[in-house]
């Protein structure tokens, strides 16, 4: 079982930068693959990144590649979310998903057995 809270979400303005973190507790995070999802009010939730256990392989969505950097540090449980060049279309809740199966598919939600309660990014124009 784990848990998983996330924090670094507020108010930005476009072009600015903000690093999200996602601490967890319980056993095992160290061997789960990690992902943040978002969602915008009305709008399906949306993969933006993921890590794998080791944190030697990333993944993105191509609306944040060269934009979002995602990294993890397992002797802290914690995964990090750097955004940059922020959009006014990043505006969202942004959570973090933890699942330890092999062969989760990392941009699928409905893969995921953990989730964060999430927290809100806002860019403003």
């Known amino acids: 079982q784990v848990q998983l809270v996330e924090s670094g979400g507020r108010s930005v303005q476009a072009g600015g930068s903000l690093r999200l973190s996602c601490v967890a507790s319980g056993d095992g995070f160290n061997r789960h693959l990690v992902a943040w999802f978002r969602q915008a009010p009305g709008q399906e939730r949306e993969f933006v990144g993921g890590?794998?256990?080791?944190?030697?392989?990333?993944y993105y969505a191509d609306s944040v590649r060269g934009r979002f950097t995602i990294s993890r540090d397992n002797a802290k449980n914690t995964v990090y979310l750097q955004m940059s060049s922020l959009k006014p279309e990043d505006t969202a809740v942004y959570y973090c998903?933890?699942?330890?199966?092999?062969?989760?598919?990392?941009?699928?939600?409905?893969?995921?057995?953990?989730w964060g309660q999430g927290t809100q990014v806002t860019v403003s124009s």
């Open positions: 890590i794998s256990w080791s944190g030697s392989t990333p």
């Open positions: 998903a933890a699942d330890p199966k092999i062969g989760t598919r990392v941009g699928d939600p409905s893969s995921y057995d953990y």
